[in-house]
């Protein structure tokens, strides 16, 4: 299957197949993409749905959420985990506001200039919310791109699209550097290979692989007989060999850990609008050291800000 072809057959099976999430419907805004897209950093889709649309009804517009202090913005952020983002969208929303008259700018380079956006969610929203011509690689695009074309059980390329000589050579005599790009970058250039030139049918093969990626070419068990490009599937060709590559450091556990006292610390700052005593903290976990160590580094996060000796409440902002 040709560069053409794939991204047709991806996009047609996406058609028929998407699953009806908000931020995919027609006059879906801009600032409403945006907020998905923080909200869907490692959350599942079915929990952010709920608290998305709680978000956009309060704060329908970037200017809204700058209008209220970031404490407010980590309390609504509720369950939804890493709470630094809902600090790091509300710096983004005064940024906006500031710089861009409260309307979320289009230029990726603009975007990836406020606070918590990176190269994927710039991207994302330059693509999906205004129908710019970009690729879009995320860990979902990456393993069907591995396993597809590059016939690799995970991202971890060792036989990519275009090896490191020839990357070398056409950077050099391309592009005028001495090297190569980095990994990231060579993945925006694999998608690059693949994207239709109309910015419509870009942006529909960028969500139709990132969609494939999610639902049936999964991490453990991808489905296979229902992929709509099993045929010329590499991976599938050579009989699914077992990823070899370096793997990703074990989480560790939940249980017991700093991020759990962390939680509980923020889950009670945020079920009230008055201070909370240490004397409140201390009934929450018995170890006292990583007790300390938690509200500690939730204070120097800016998550949480001392009042007074003793008293502590979500950040201001």
């Given at each position: 299957m040709n560069a053409t072809a794939l991204p047709h057959a991806i996009t047609e099976w996406y058609g028929e197949n998407a699953r009806d999430l908000p931020w995919r419907r027609e006059g879906f805004s801009a600032w409403g993409t945006l907020v998905s897209e923080f909200m869907l950093q490692q959350t599942p889709v079915s929990r952010v749905i709920p608290r998305l649309a709680e978000w956009l009804d309060r704060w329908p517009t970037p200017a809204d959420l700058a209008s209220v202090p970031s404490g407010e913005a980590v309390r609504a952020w509720a369950s939804l985990g890493y709470p630094r983002r809902a600090l790091w969208l509300h710096a983004a929303a005064v940024q906006i506001t500031e710089r861009h008259g409260g309307i979320v700018p289009e230029d990726v380079d603009d975007l990836l200039a406020l606070t918590g956006i990176g190269d994927y969610t710039a991207r994302a929203v330059a693509a999906f919310a205004f129908g710019l011509r970009h690729p879009v690689v995320d860990t979902n695009v990456r393993r069907v791109i591995a396993r597809a074309i590059d016939g690799n059980a995970a991202y971890g390329r060792r036989h990519p699209v275009v090896d490191t000589n020839t990357r070398r050579v056409i950077a050099r005599a391309v592009?005028?550097?001495?090297?190569?790009?980095?990994?990231?970058?060579?993945?925006?250039?694999?998608?690059?290979?693949l994207l239709p030139a109309d910015p419509v049918e870009a942006a529909e093969f960028n969500a139709g692989i990132m969609e494939l990626g999610a639902v049936v070419c999964t991490s453990r068990s991808p489905r296979c007989d229902a992929c709509p490009i099993r045929d010329v599937c590499a991976w599938r060709a050579a009989g699914y060999p077992q990823y070899d590559g370096p793997r990703k450091a074990v989480q560790k556990k939940f249980e017991g850990s700093d991020r759990q006292v962390r939680g509980l610390i923020m889950a009670e700052l945020r079920a009230t609008h008055h201070p909370v005593t240490s004397g409140e903290i201390e009934g929450l976990w018995a170890d006292p050291v990583q007790r300390d160590r938690a509200l500690a580094g939730l204070v120097s996060d800016g998550l949480a800000v001392t009042i007074a000796p003793g008293l502590y409440a979500l950040s201001h902002g």
């Amino acid at each position: 299957m040709n560069a053409t072809a794939l991204p047709h057959a991806i996009t047609e099976w996406y058609g028929e197949n998407a699953r009806d999430l908000p931020w995919r419907r027609e006059g879906f805004s801009a600032w409403g993409t945006l907020v998905s897209e923080f909200m869907l950093q490692q959350t599942p889709v079915s929990r952010v749905i709920p608290r998305l649309a709680e978000w956009l009804d309060r704060w329908p517009t970037p200017a809204d959420l700058a209008s209220v202090p970031s404490g407010e913005a980590v309390r609504a952020w509720a369950s939804l985990g890493y709470p630094r983002r809902a600090l790091w969208l509300h710096a983004a929303a005064v940024q906006i506001t500031e710089r861009h008259g409260g309307i979320v700018p289009e230029d990726v380079d603009d975007l990836l200039a406020l606070t918590g956006i990176g190269d994927y969610t710039a991207r994302a929203v330059a693509a999906f919310a205004f129908g710019l011509r970009h690729p879009v690689v995320d860990t979902n695009v990456r393993r069907v791109i591995a396993r597809a074309i590059d016939g690799n059980a995970a991202y971890g390329r060792r036989h990519p699209v275009v090896d490191t000589n020839t990357r070398r050579v056409i950077a050099r005599a391309v592009t005028g550097q001495a090297e190569p790009a980095p990994p990231h970058r060579r993945d925006l250039d694999d998608m690059e290979l693949l994207l239709p030139a109309d910015p419509v049918e870009a942006a529909e093969f960028n969500a139709g692989i990132m969609e494939l990626g999610a639902v049936v070419c999964t991490s453990r068990s991808p489905r296979c007989d229902a992929c709509p490009i099993r045929d010329v599937c590499a991976w599938r060709a050579a009989g699914y060999p077992q990823y070899d590559g370096p793997r990703k450091a074990v989480q560790k556990k939940f249980e017991g850990s700093d991020r759990q006292v962390r939680g509980l610390i923020m889950a009670e700052l945020r079920a009230t609008h008055h201070p909370v005593t240490s004397g409140e903290i201390e009934g929450l976990w018995a170890d006292p050291v990583q007790r300390d160590r938690a509200l500690a580094g939730l204070v120097s996060d800016g998550l949480a800000v001392t009042i007074a000796p003793g008293l502590y409440a979500l950040s201001h902002g």
